[in-house]
């Protein structure tokens, strides 16, 4: 059962902003806070309900790129067509969250602010350059979200602020993203090890260059090492693994009782690969809404299992 809490289902966003800063947990879908609360392992004695507040709702699709609010769910970017087509990693991320069940309900703001590495649609975000829209008394700030986290599940957010929206910009023609979740079976599980890459591709050189490694640390993290292998240069198979391998040096990754931090470092390499290939190619697709086949490249763990298609 769950423990007593008082519930507030505050009126407009500033006096959630006030029960914030007095010490009530926030809550959009709630698929982690009250899973938490039911386990003991969150403690929470004032709930404050966000889903009625104006300012966290909504989404488009604008020149300029795409305006989330907070409580957009993994669903609804799931199945929205502009989404998979001009971001098609965050696509990949929001359709591998939990269940169906789950998508329906959680929120992106609320993956966003678990602040667990291991959060399907951050990577996504983080390669696309997305902003944090934060809320406050005081007005709007509007923070990089690779700036966003500041420790292992601290933000730059004060307390009486709140995330309201998530904007991420419009990515050219020529860009390509993708997004690989490495799991032990592929059933609601977490992440062992997901990355993300965006690349924007001329005439066969790689002009601008995103990877994002967020499990392999205590906060999400892009690769600027491998980034700046990638970075204008000719793309070529040499030229990924080289990317790959820098961003094998790079992460950070702990041991758990799912992994040690060898095999996910081996895997940082090996899925590096894998999500490169593919958002290459994407890039050069007309049709970026189209899933690719997969396949394993020389060494990737798992050589020999043969191909398998994209979710």
């Known amino acids: ?12 966003i500033l006096e959630a902003c006030r029960l914030k800063a007095a010490g009530a947990k926030p809550v959009a879908g709630g698929t982690d806070v009250y899973v938490n ?4 392992k969150e403690k929470a004695a004032e709930v404050l309900d966000l889903k009625g507040l104006k300012e966290l709702q909504g989404q488009r699709l604008t ?33 591998q969250v939990g269940s169906v069940q789950i998508r329906y309900r959680g929120t992106l703001g609320g993956n966003i602010m678990n602040g667990a590495p291991s959060a399907d649609s951050v990577g996504p975000l983080l390669v696309h350059g997305a902003e944090a829209v934060v809320l406050g008394p005081a007005g709007e700030r509007r923070i990089p979200l690779e700036k966003f986290y500041v420790g292992f599940k ?33 059933a609601m599980d977490l992440a062992l090890m997901g990355v993300s890459a965006y690349v924007e591709v001329g005439e066969g050189v790689l002009e601008t260059v995103g990877v994002a490694l967020p499990p392999a640390g205590p906060t999400p993290v892009r690769s600027h090492a491998a ?8 793309v070529s198979d040499d030229l990924i693994v080289r990317a790959a391998e820098a961003a094998a040096a790079e992460g950070k990754p702990r041991s758990s009782w799912r992994s040690s931090a060898e095999f996910r470092t081996r895997l940082i390499h090996d899925v590096t690969i894998q999500v490169l290939h593919e958002a ?11 899933a690719i086949l997969r396949k394993l490249y020389p060494g990737q763990i798992g050589k020999g299992g043969g191909d398998d298609e994209n979710s």
């Open 1 to 12: 059962m769950l423990p007593r809490f008082e519930y507030y289902a505050p009126a407009d």
């Open 37 to 40: 609360m039911h386990g003991g």
């Open 63 to 95: 020149p300029e790129g795409l305006d989330l609010g907070a409580l957009t769910t993994h669903r609804h970017i799931e199945e929205w067509e502009a989404v998979r087509g001009r971001y098609y990693a965050l696509y990949q991320g929001c359709s």
């Open 154 to 186: 601290k933000f730059d957010l004060l307390p009486e602020e709140l995330l309201a929206r998530i904007f991420v910009p419009l990515p050219p023609d020529n860009a390509g993203s993708a997004y690989y979740k490495y799991t032990r079976r592929n």
């Open 227 to 234: 980034e700046a292998v990638l970075e204008g240069n000719p």
């Open 280 to 290: 290459v190619r994407r890039a050069e697709m007309e049709r970026k809404a189209e």
